[in-house]
């Protein structure tokens, strides 16, 4: 089905029509360039956080009541992403202190980009909506939470003049996304 | 049929109350507030295991003389609560059970109309009919 490529292309049209009305088309210093990016960021995670109390309200509707944050974490890792993303969670870590590290190895918002060194700093734009989605999911069920997303890039290869014979495929983006929920201090960007 | 049909979010305040019978709504909204420290107990884990914990469906929450009242809460800890009238006897568990499925299914409809603000009380008007076609008709 065309689903999964619906909300791709949704998705990347939203980042850049929130890029480009945030655009004043007047020359704006680099600060108010950062201050900026910052405000687009924190309206694409809003964004995210209301649509996912809403899908939240509405994957849950028939499971049973969650144990505890485990619980909860592990259906954010299976549930959640599989009707998100079709995927699941390819490693979910926790230090039982309030941490948890879901880690896809293969974000689907972002494979379809290539990956080279210059668009890891822009990879933050694409993950901001997805980082809203998991808080507001989480909100939803009742955790405070701080979502943050970070990409590496599959290890490259040495700087060394090296040059690989065969052509490298390309290698995928791997998000992590760190979520803490740290009740006492909440910080609302 | 239900006699009055409340909708609690999670902080405890009503975000949809109605009853039938239009005057001494008082009472109802009373009756409302008292169940909720029922509901509590139930879903805290401390309590004895009377009730399945993973289950939504809380069941009879406490009869009074002339009225039951119902609980269900959801995964995101909003809770429903229904006052029926005892005198209708023909009430099955499964019929309350299927009302607070309507219920849900409702709320999640609202939930997921992007004009609605999570914590506002509920003003959709199919929230309305759903909920009217639930109470009972009193001439």
């Known amino acids: ?189 | 049929m239900a006699v009055c049909v409340a909708v609690i979010a999670k902080e405890n305040y009503p975000l949809y109350i109605r009853s039938i019978p239009t005057e001494n709504e008082l009472k109802f909204h009373y009756m409302v507030h008292t169940s909720l420290d029922v509901v509590d107990e139930k879903i805290s884990a401390m309590g004895k295991a009377l009730v399945d914990q993973r289950e939504l469906y809380l069941g009879l929450l406490y009869p009074t003389e002339d009225y039951k009242v119902y609980g269900y809460v959801t995964n995101s800890k909003v809770k429903f609560v229904m006052v029926v009238d005892s005198s209708n006897t023909a009430l099955r568990d499964n019929e309350i059970r299927s009302m607070f499925r309507k219920l849900h299914n409702s709320y999640t409809d609202v939930m997921c109309n992007p004009f609605y603000n999570p914590g506002d009380r509920i003003q959709s008007r199919a929230f309305d009919s759903m909920v009217t076609s639930m109470m009972i008709q009193v001439c």
């Open chain 1, 1 to 189: 089905m065309a689903d999964e490529a619906l909300f791709l292309l949704l998705h990347n049209e939203m980042v850049s029509g929130v890029y480009k009305s945030a655009e004043q088309g007047e020359v704006v210093s680099a600060a108010k360039a950062l201050e900026e990016n910052g405000r687009c960021i924190t309206k694409l995670e809003n964004m995210g956080f209301r649509v996912g109390q809403g899908l939240i309200e509405r994957f849950t509707k028939d499971t049973a009541r969650f144990k505890d944050e485990l619980d909860i974490m592990k259906f954010i890792c299976k549930d959640f992403w599989t009707t998100v993303f079709k995927k699941q969670i390819d490693n979910l870590r926790t230090n039982h202190q309030g941490i948890y590290v879901l880690q896809d190895n293969k974000f689907r918002l972002l494979t379809q980009m290539s990956a080279g060194k210059q668009y890891l700093e822009h990879a933050s734009k694409y993950l901001a909506f997805t980082c809203g989605l998991i808080r507001g999911g989480l909100s939803n069920l009742g955790i405070k939470s701080i979502v943050t997303a970070e990409v590496s890039s599959m290890p490259a290869y040495p700087d060394t003049g090296l040059h690989p014979k065969t052509p490298r495929s390309q290698p995928e983006l791997k998000p992590r996304v760190r979520c803490s929920t740290n009740c006492a201090t909440q910080v609302l960007r």
